[in-house]
């Protein structure tokens, strides 16, 4: 029989669009597909129906197969005859063992062709906005594996070499031994107060950030719960991060005299508002009740809702018949987010979730992301209606139980009064404008006493209260010419 030919293809560093189109040819030519845990799912799609799809995903200390079991199933494969596509995250070449699958089908006599990947040591830093190198700041840069950084009997990483040596330092797989690597450089001599990002899950809309110093990264890392896979960049390129960062959301980042980050981890922020929501079609992924508690914030606002889950929780049977509610029974798919400006992924599984948050990136969908604010654009915050009254809460994504239990103590403190009080206002407001009379903020501010107002409100005073506030806001205002 005769042999079949092996493609070691690079997949690129997690965004699909990365890889290159000789890659997506010898997908779609192939016979089986070996493919690693970082490979992003959607690329499969571009293989044919009748395509053998194998995974031998490795996580750290973790694996489907090992090495050995891959060189062999590797040929194995070939010798059937077959078109074998070994998909690797990255490049082949660089720190993904393509050399030594090479080496195995060359002492086989196996045929083989090198297809190079964008790799995550050079596209990683480029999507957190940091170039490896730049004028005036950095001429050189080295990848390095952290994997094997500390080894107190024979380090095979010459860490004085690299601490004076390039100008900027890229280091893959080194989450788990970040504090060893850290100590390794300042050891030889590097500055403690040396710039460093840590970028996880680098190029998909999940992305995050982190800046600090060699002094203090790993523990701005832990505070951060960041998991691997991560990009390590070490070196004064990393303050240009603040000027060209153009891909990763939802970060804001303290700035320093000279317009550069201080190197403090990355905090979300978000601005609050009120959106009409009235007829605007939204989708939300998943059936438990932390869904249903998202559909029913969305139906009260108006919302024409898509509800995709392959199970509901029984509390989706209060919603009825209500026909702005569409429960479609199946599993979540690309393509399922058509004609939709707004998503809520409110799975169970954080990879779905970040899956659907992907697929609403490309759609240019606003999305939300239960217990996951890094790769959300908005949240729903905790909220109370008075009549025209609304008071909402949030922590920013960081305590949904905490927001709630913050709102419900508020929803006592805000009593009915509150809605009659606020009636009473707009009277004012509209009477004040009818007469021409105008009242900045400060005057509104200053006018509504609700140490006096309130109390006059609630024992049923309203006239009384409202003669009071006029009162107070005309006193030193005169009608417009």
């Given amino acids: 029989m005769k042999k079949g030919k092996v ?59 090992d090495q050995k079991a891959i060189n062999r199933l590797l040929i194995e494969k070939a010798e059937e005859g077959k078109s074998v596509i070994r998909l690797k995250g990255g490049d082949p070449f660089v720190l993904g ?80 031994n970040l504090s060893h690597v850290a100590d390794r450089l300042m050891k030889h001599h590097k500055s403690p107060s040396t710039p460093v990002a840590v970028i996880t899950e680098g190029t998909t809309a999940h992305q995050r950030s982190v800046t600090g110093t060699l002094g203090d990264i790993a523990k701005k890392v832990r505070s951060e719960n960041l998991k691997p896979p991560a990009v390590v960049v070490v070196g004064h390129v990393v303050t240009l991060r603040k000027r060209l960062r153009w891909f990763d959301k939802g970060f804001l980042q303290p700035i320093g005299k000279e317009g550069y980050p201080f190197g403090q981890s990355e905090a979300i922020s978000y601005s609050p508002v009120f959106l009409n929501l009235h007829g605007r079609k939204c989708t939300v992924v998943g059936g438990g009740e932390v869904a249903f508690r998202k559909v029913k914030m969305l139906l009260d606002g108006g919302a024409d809702v898509t509800v995709i889950s392959p199970t509901f929780h029984p509390r989706f049977i209060e919603l009825g018949d209500q026909k702005t509610v569409h429960l479609i ?32 990136l490309k ?22 209606r008075k009549g025209g ?62 140490d006096l107002l309130v109390p006059l409100v609630r024992s049923g005073q309203f006239k009384r209260a409202k003669t009071l506030l006029s009162s107070r806001l005309t006193s030193t205002h005169r009608p417009r010419k």
């Fill in 7 to 65: 493609y070691l293809v690079g997949a690129g560093p997690g965004d699909p669009g990365l890889i290159t189109v000789k890659g997506l040819e010898c997908l779609r030519r192939a016979d089986v597909i070996i493919y690693d845990r970082l490979v992003d799912p959607s690329l499969l799609d571009h293989a044919g129906a009748t395509a053998e799809r194998i995974y031998v995903g490795k996580a750290s200390s973790h694996h489907t197969l």
């Fill in 97 to 176: 063992r393509g050399g030594e699958e090479a080496s195995s089908l060359r002492r086989r006599g196996i045929p083989f062709e090198v297809v190079p990947g964008v790799s995550s040591a050079v596209a990683v830093p480029a999507y957190a906005g940091i170039p490896l190198t730049h004028r005036g700041v950095a001429s050189s840069f080295a990848v390095v594996t952290g994997h094997k950084a500390f080894d107190k009997d024979k380090p095979e990483i010459a860490w004085d070499r690299l601490a004076a040596g390039p100008d900027t330092l890229v280091i893959l797989m080194g989450m788990k």
């Fill in 329 to 360: 029974r199946r599993r979540y798919q690309t393509g399922n987010l058509k004609e939709t400006s707004i998503v809520i992924a409110a799975t169970d599984h954080a990879r779905i979730n970040r899956k659907v948050a992907e697929d609403a």
């Fill in 363 to 384: 759609k240019k969908a606003l999305v939300n992301a239960v217990d996951d604010p890094a790769i959300s654009d908005f949240i729903l915050p905790s909220f109370f």
């Fill in 389 to 450: 009254l609304t008071v909402a809460v949030s922590t920013g994504g960081a305590s949904p139980a905490l927001a709630r239990k913050i709102r419900t103590s508020l929803e006592h403190t805000f009593g009915e009064e509150y809605q009659a009080l606020l009636s009473l206002v707009g009277e004012v407001r509209s009477a004040m404008k009818k007469k021409g009379v105008k009242a900045t903020g400060d005057t509104w501010q200053e006018a509504l006493d609700l």
